[in-house]
Each structure stands twice: as C-alpha cells, then as structure tokens.
C-alpha cells in the first residue's frame, strides 16, 4: 500500500508539471517544444509491465520524461526502476508516438521500447502502482494517454511476427 503523503505529493508534482507547462507555452506564445519522453514494454509470461497511476488518470506503460544529458535508454532504465522497482534490459525501439493529443498536460514526443527484467523486485513508487496485467486483460483497463494505441499496435505487432 503506498503512503498517503507520498501520494498526495505526487498530484501535486503533477499539477506543478501541468501548471508550469501551461506557463511555459503561454510564454513561448504555444510554440513551446514537446517534451522528450520513453515508454517501455516489459513482458513476462504472457503479461505486461503497467502501472496503475497515483493521480487516478488511469493504467500506462512505465516510462516518462527525459532528463538534460540522458540518452532515451538510459531513461528507460532509470523511469522503469523508480516505477516498478525492476532493473531492465532495453532491447529495442518499438515505435515513436507523437501529436498534442497523446498526453492532455502538454506535448510530448514518446519512444516506446521493448525491454526484459534483469532483477529487482516489484515496489510501487509516488508515480503509482505497478503490476503484471495478462495481455487478454490490458485493453479492458481504463489507460492513461495514448497507451490503448501504444498497446494495440504492440499486440498488433506480436500477432504479426507469430504468425509470418
């Protein structure tokens, strides 16, 4: 069960991040960039890595925005340990997911790997709490931002390479 305070704390970093974006934009008179941001596919046995959101917007991948000087894997790792508490392997670039509707608090650009456990232990975190959904199970969630489409065309994907 994660700590109340914890929780509270992260809607409020939320809405500072949603509050300071909308500063942002309005400055750069809406010409601000979009954000760089990772998202990762973690598969294990036929289930996959989603974290149920802390600030009630629903189920998304693990992943998040870039920090100065980090390259897109290493913001993998780093965004996938602080939510789930796993050590990952990125493996490969899935897909790139961009536009002003993916995420309502502001724009973004989204690289969408697939990465395998290495080790750790599942913990959740102020972003949220993690868990293994069963790939039959995903699309019946109530997801966050556009991880229906990111889910789809992963599954879309898998389906393809099964079968050809």
Not at 63 to 75: A, C, F, L, V
Not at 136 to 159: C, G, I, K, S, W
Request: charged share 25%.
């Amino acid at each position: 069960m994660m700590n109340r305070n914890r929780s509270k704390t992260f809607v409020t970093k939320g809405r500072l991040l949603k509050f300071v974006a909308a500063i942002l934009a309005k400055l750069s008179s809406d010409r601000l960039p979009p954000f760089p941001a990772v998202a990762a596919f973690v598969v294990l046995d036929e289930q996959l890595l989603m974290v149920e959101r802390s600030d009630g917007m629903g189920f998304c991948l693990p992943g998040g925005i870039m920090r100065w000087k980090e390259s897109t894997q290493n913001t993998v790792q780093r965004e996938v340990k602080e939510e789930t508490g796993y050590e990952v392997e990125v493996l490969e670039l899935f897909n790139n997911y961009s536009g002003p509707e993916r995420d309502p608090r502001f724009s973004s650009v989204c690289l969408a790997y697939t990465a395998r456990v290495r080790r750790g232990q599942l913990t959740a975190s102020t972003e949220g709490r993690p868990m293994w959904v069963p790939f039959d199970d995903v699309l019946e969630l109530n997801l966050a931002f556009d991880a229906r489409e990111m889910v789809t065309d992963y599954f879309a994907r898998q389906r393809s390479t099964r079968s050809g």
